[in-house]
Nanobody, 122 residues
Framework: QVQLVDSGGGLVHPGGSLKLSCSVSGRTYSSAIIAWFRQSPGQEREFVAGIRWGYGTSLYADSVKGRFTISRDRAENMAYLQMNNLKPDDSALYYC???????????????RGQGTQVTVSS
């Protein structure tokens, strides 16, 4: 059973940067996807970015393309989300999740971290 622990959130000014980390433990298949989601109060959960654990191929939401970069370090069992040029609209609870396909269904992401808060404000 995969377990995820995410961290790295905080308060940052608009235009600033943060790097989120996701510690991955347990057996992770090469085809598994580690993804980042975010959710604000009263809003739907939003997919941010995902990466295939073995292949390293990635996928991004249009809203973060060119600003966010997802990566993973298999040797360290870590996944990261580098967030640059942050905007107030990026404020949310971010959490990493593990799944086998890029499905919008929450049931396709059975494992998730506890979440880390990102607040972008001047």
């Amino acid at each position: 059973q995969v377990q995820l622990v995410d961290s790295g959130g905080g308060l940052v000014h608009p235009g600033g940067s943060l790097k989120l980390s996701c510690s991955v433990s347990g057996r992770t298949y090469s085809s598994a996807i580690i993804a980042w989601f975010r959710q604000s109060p009263g809003q739907e959960r939003e997919f941010v970015a995902g990466i295939r654990w073995g292949y390293g191929t990635s996928l991004y939401a249009d809203s973060v393309k060119g600003r966010f970069t997802i990566s993973r370090d298999r040797a360290e069992n870590m996944a990261y989300l580098q967030m640059n040029n942050l905007k107030p609209d990026d404020s949310a609870l971010y959490y990493c999740a593990a799944g086998s396909s890029y499905s919008a269904s929450p049931s396709s992401w059975p494992v998730r971290g506890q979440g880390t808060q990102v607040t972008v404000s001047s």
